[in-house]
Structures are given as structure tokens and as C-alpha cells.
């Protein structure tokens, strides 16, 4: 099956700093969606990005589907940004998505 | 407000007990998806129904049962599970799997404690 990396696989940051995830994946996508999972376990859908670049306020994300490979901006980040950021790629024609393993953000004040 | 609906948030249950999950959307989507997720690890697909048929069995254990009523609703039915089925269960739904622009939608989960 598809292998889907990610990194770092932890992250401390100062409230105010920018950081850059980075989501690896080993073959063709039909696509890849970044989620948060807060300390509740609530999975929030982020972006849905197969190929290309979007903005959503402090959040981008950029996918570049002939590299494989897919990151996550986050800038001006705070506090409530801190929980655990997944990648999950639909393999083409798996007719299911895979999840990297994770990076977990902790945003210190 | 999530548009997945979860019930119930909580449960525990013994290892002789029967039990189930159930999960609404009202999005219109025709896929619907039951993961299993343990402490730091990432969701793990156990089930998808599309268009009302069970379309992947990622090789589940049989005490875990589910059931797509319709095409709003999914159930998992639990009986004589393990202490090591403890973990954090998400429903999910989108359009169909390889349907152009089918993002999945989470449930808050319902975290379930054998014991």
C-alpha cells in the first residue's frame, strides 16, 4: 500500500513563531486532505488539496502532486493551533485514505 | 457544529456485553466510514460503505459488526470484545472514494472503554 510520511514527528514552538510540516507520500494521490486533532480528539478538516495552493487565514498549504510530497504554514501560530496535525492521501483507486503517523505541535505562550 | 453525528460520546462496556455505535450525516454523502483510533496513533480505517454496500473489510475482527440502514445512518454493533478494543471510534463520510472533490468529514468520536 501507499506509505505516507511525515514530519517532524514532534514540534515546540513560542506563541508568535511560523512553522512548516511536511507530508511525504509514495505514489499517485486522488487526493490528500490535512486535519488538526485537538486535545479532545475532534478531527478538524483543514484543507482538501490534491494538487495546488490554498490560503485559510493564518494556514496555507501547498501540494505538489508530481513530487509527492504536500506541506503545511502555519504562521503567527497560538496556542489553541497546539494538537496533533495529520496528512491522509486517497491512493489512486484504493478507494480509501491513508494517514501519515502525525506531527504534534505544542505552542508554548 | 460537526456535521457527523456521533452517539455516544462515552462508553464503557464489559467483555460480555453487546453494544453499538451509531453515526448520522446529513450531508448527502453516499460513503460512510467507521476508523479506530488508539492513544498517539493515527485513525486506522476498519470499514467503508458506498452507496449503501460494504465496500472494504480491512480484515476486522467479527465482534465488530457493521450496518449502513441507510444512506444517513451507520451503525457498529459490539459483542465480546477485548480489552485492547479501548480506543477513540470515528465515523466519517464523503462522496464516494475516487469521486473528484470528495473530502472526508469527521464525527467527535465515541471513546470506548472495554473492561
Known amino acids: 500500500g501507499i506509505q505516507v510520511e511525515q514530519s517532524p514527528p514532534d514540534l515546540i514552538l513560542q506563541e508568535g513563531a511560523n512553522s512548516t510540516l511536511r507530508c511525504n507520500f509514495s505514489?499517485?494521490?486522488?487526493?490528500l486532505q490535512w486535519f488538526h486533532q485537538n486535545p479532545w480528539g475532534q478531527l478538524i478538516n483543514l484543507f482538501y488539496?490534491?494538487?495546488g495552493t490554498k490560503q485559510n487565514g493564518r494556514l496555507s498549504a501547498t501540494t505538489v502532486a508530481t513530487e509527492r510530497y504536500s506541506l503545511l504554514y502555519i504562521s503567527s501560530s497560538q496556542t489553541t493551533d497546539s494538537g496533533v496535525y495529520f496528512c491522509?492521501?486517497?491512493?489512486?483507486?484504493?478507494?480509501?485514505?491513508?494517514f501519515g503517523d502525525g506531527t504534534t505541535l505544542t505552542v508554548k505562550p | 457544529d460537526t456535521e457527523v453525528t456521533q452517539t455516544p460520546k462515552h462508553l464503557v462496556m464489559g467483555m460480555t456485553n453487546k453494544k453499538s455505535l451509531k453515526c448520522e450525516q446529513h450531508?448527502?454523502?453516499?460513503?460512510m466510514y467507521w476508523y479506530k483510533q488508539k492513544a498517539k496513533k493515527p485513525p486506522e480505517l476498519m470499514f467503508v460503505?458506498?452507496?449503501?454496500?460494504?465496500?472494504i473489510n480491512e480484515s476486522v475482527p467479527s465482534r465488530f459488526s457493521p450496518e449502513c440502514p441507510n444512506s444517513s445512518l451507520l451503525n457498529l454493533h459490539l459483542h465480546a470484545l477485548q480489552p485492547e478494543d479501548s480506543a477513540l471510534y470515528l465515523c466519517?463520510?464523503?462522496?464516494?472514494?475516487?469521486?473528484?472533490?470528495?473530502?472526508?468529514?469527521f464525527g467527535n468520536g465515541t471513546r470506548l472503554t472495554v473492561t
Open positions: 491522509a492521501v486517497e491512493h489512486t483507486n484504493a478507494g480509501k485514505s491513508t
Open positions: 505514489d499517485s494521490v486522488n487526493n
Open positions: 460503505y458506498s452507496y449503501e454496500k460494504l465496500s
Open positions: 488539496i490534491p494538487s
Open positions: 450531508m448527502g454523502h453516499r460513503a
Open positions: 466519517a463520510s464523503s462522496q464516494p472514494p475516487a469521486y473528484y472533490n470528495s473530502p472526508l468529514h
